[in-house]
């Protein structure tokens, strides 16, 4: 009887286009995964591939890592999924492990020149003028911890609590760490300016 309800329940859920899948919906899906639903996970790595994958590029600078680490979480996700905490947005958690692979991953690496990667996405919840910074701000030149406060915040649209929690920093540090990260790009701005003029 149970196995009915949850298998009616991810019925409705599959019938939803990926991209408008609530967080509702990701509890569903969820449940379903870690009864090893195939179908289910699998409607969760299309929803969170992107995002997972461009978290990635901008830390490590290089399509082909961001590509196979985006992969390798996705793998992990699936091993972890029985004990995945049952009172976590499953996001956060997929971000705070990428984020955290990420940072092994540049740890390790030598001094081979990476390739530089640019911001694609538009964000939608701050106002045009940082959106337009942000996008026309080469994220490559900015420290490592720069590049993914501004990452969370605008492409992945996280509040400051949620990038505390990806990141395992206070509130108060992640906003002074975004303050920081504008006013590189400010400077980075106002310099190519001043070289245009």
């Given amino acids: 009887m149970n196995n009915d309800r949850h298998s009616s329940q991810f019925t ?16 569903l899906l969820i449940n379903a995964s870690q009864h090893r ?4 996970f699998a409607l969760l790595v299309r929803k969170y591939q992107r995002p997972i994958f ?10 082909k890592e961001a590509d196979s680490i985006t992969q390798e979480m996705f793998l ?21 492990l990428t984020y955290q692979r990420c940072m092994q991953q540049r740890k390790q ?7 530089h990667a640019t911001l694609h ?14 996008a026309g701000g080469d994220l490559s030149k900015l420290p490592t911890i720069s590049r993914v406060v501004l990452i969370l915040r605008y492409l992945q649209e996280l509040t400051y609590e949620e990038m505390a929690l990806v990141l395992t920093l206070p509130v108060h540090t992640v ?20 070289g245009e003029d």
């Fill in 12 to 27: 409705q859920v599959s019938l939803v286009s990926h991209t408008s899948l609530s967080a509702q919906d990701d509890v």
């Fill in 54 to 63: 461009m978290l990635a590029l901008h830390i490590l600078q290089n399509d």
């Fill in 121 to 134: 996405a538009v964000p939608r919840r701050e106002s045009q003028h940082q959106q337009t910074m942000v």
């Fill in 175 to 194: 906003k002074g760490h975004l303050f920081g990260a504008r006013n590189l790009l400010k400077e980075q701005r106002q310099a190519r300016q001043q």
């Fill in 109 to 115: 690496q030598t001094s081979e020149k990476r390739e």
């Fill in 76 to 96: 992990a996700a699936w091993k972890a999924l029985p004990s995945f905490p049952k009172d976590a947005p499953f996001s956060l958690w997929l971000s705070r």
């Fill in 37 to 40: 639903n195939q179908e289910a």
